[in-house]
């Protein structure tokens, strides 16, 4: 047994070698003007994460291959897991990650299949198919109740530190649905004991649903980039006679978040880290509640980004508990209608790759968020979102409605401007049109989609953002 495991680590090591890595591009960095993540070589990265909370604990070898296939085909770069969900943790060959005194001397004395060890394949697994693992360290709850104190979080920090310091797939997550004014001292003992050992990866915080991490952390020397959780309710839900209580009336307008993140200094890169599920009831926790679509779930992605996000993260609601047929009971398993590997085929998990194709397409780290290029602009579902760079602008509309763009915004005697349909990539050359305010109509059938103009001289492609090859791994070749 153990020379078929070290033989099959060999063999993930040399094809990893041969393959064309993302971290071939060097380290994970934030960029120049503070607003994006870029590779030392200077490559743009746009973070677009998929929502694997539970993966440690209920996932076996062959369905964390078999997830982690699906993720990279769909365009993920970047899963996000609960390293321990609860004190101790177990994983689905019964085996735990260490005890409640934090004792760590015999963490891996349950061979391949103990807890750490099979979270080292997990971080393995991801490295060959081109996923960095962001790895939320210790869930919220348990800094909450007490059962972690400031120097449990540094021998922890330590440990997880020394252990995966040197994998090139790592980002390390403070946090986990919880306010940071909460027992901050262990997110800080944590955090800065992980960046004394492991100087080279990237570190955020998950703060709880409708909050943003910068409004206790972002002067932090940890820090690197901001994430928000946007969270699951829709517009003006009630639970009985009761309206929720929505923090500053973001409801549904994730965008306002980006916005926000702008007023703190320094400026940091930011990023929706948990925004309404595909699949989850409204409002989370009534399963009688209509639920997340795939279209609704775009418009999330779209509405962060171009307001000037550096990525994205989708969750379904099926995958991220990992629950299937005979599992002996779920954790937060709300509206669970099908199995989590059922749910890798949704529509919303394999449309996320358009918006990360298109940004990838165009000169990134340029990008501003441009709403003054929308000419009275409605609301809520009618609003319509753009972002610009030198020769391009973008335009994200929800609702197919007449809408005004000034086309002045950008560099270009003639504009050339094209429809690209959000829910399968395609793009539609509409002509060229003279450099000035104009009026566009997408048909009731057009469904959302993105209005992108250029500079008639600009030499653009958009025909790749559509799929050729289903076969073919996004994560690599689209970087290129």
């Keep these: 047994m153990k020379l078929r495991f070290i033989l099959a680590v060999m063999m993930m090591i040399t094809t990893a070698a041969a393959k064309n890595n993302l971290w071939d591009n060097g380290t994970l960095k934030v960029s120049d003007n503070q607003r994006f993540l870029q590779f030392s070589n200077g490559k743009p990265f746009f973070w677009l994460g998929e929502t694997g909370w539970l993966m440690p604990q209920r996932l076996n070898r062959e369905e964390v291959e078999f997830y982690l296939t699906k993720c990279e085909k769909a365009g993920y770069n970047v899963v996000q897991i609960q390293v321990i969900n609860g004190i ?174 702008w007023n703190y ?71 669970i209608d099908k199995p989590w590997y059922k749910a890798v085929d949704d529509p919303g998990f394999n449309q996320m790759k358009y918006l990360k194709r298109l940004m990838l397409m165009l000169p990134y780290l340029e990008r501003a968020p441009c709403q003054k290029a929308v000419i009275d602009n409605g609301t809520r579902y009618d609003r319509v979102a753009a972002t610009k760079g030198n020769d391009y602008l973008l335009a994200y509309v929800y609702n197919p409605k007449p809408f005004t763009l000034d086309l002045t915004v950008i560099k270009g005697k003639k504009k050339k401007v094209w429809w690209m349909n959000a829910e399968d990539g395609t793009v539609v050359l509409l002509g060229t049109y003279d450099n000035r305010k104009t009026t566009f109509s997408p048909t009731p059938t057009t469904g959302d989609g993105v209005l992108i103009a250029t500079d008639s001289e600009a030499q653009y492609d958009f025909s790749t953002i559509a799929d050729k090859d289903a076969n073919t791994p996004d994560n690599v070749d689209r970087m290129e």
């Design 88 to 261: 101790p943790a177990i994983n689905t060959y019964g085996q735990m990650s260490f005890d409640k005194d934090f004792d760590f001397s015999h963490a891996d004395t349950h061979g391949v299949y103990g807890y750490w060890n099979h979270l080292d394949y997990i971080i393995n697994t991801a490295a060959r198919h081109n996923i960095y693992i962001g790895m939320v360290c210790i869930w919220g709850s348990m800094v909450k109740s007490g059962a972690i104190n400031e120097e449990q979080a540094k021998t922890y920090g330590a440990f997880l530190a020394n252990r995966y310091k040197k994998c090139p797939n790592i980002i390390w997550i403070m946090g986990g649905d919880i306010q940071g004014d909460i027992h901050p001292e262990v997110w800080h003992a944590m955090a800065n004991t992980i960046k004394s050992i492991d100087k080279k990866h990237l570190m955020t915080y998950h703060p709880r649903g409708r909050h943003t991490s910068a409004q206790w952390f972002n002067d932090a020397k940890w820090l690197d980039f901001n994430t928000f959780q946007s969270g699951h309710r829709r517009y003006g839900q009630r639970m009985g006679n009761i309206t929720y209580a929505i923090p500053d009336s973001t409801e549904e307008d994730n965008w306002m978040y980006v916005d926000s993140a």
């Design 265 to 335: 200094k320094p400026i940091k890169p930011v990023i929706d880290s948990e925004p309404s599920y595909e699949g989850i009831p409204k409002g989370l926790h009534d399963n009688d509640e209509p639920r997340w679509s795939a279209r609704e779930v775009r418009r999330y992605a779209y509405w962060s980004v171009f307001a000037g996000s550096c990525g994205h993260t989708y969750g379904n609601n099926n995958i991220m508990q990992f629950v299937k047929p005979g599992f002996p009971g779920a954790y937060f398993a709300d509206g």
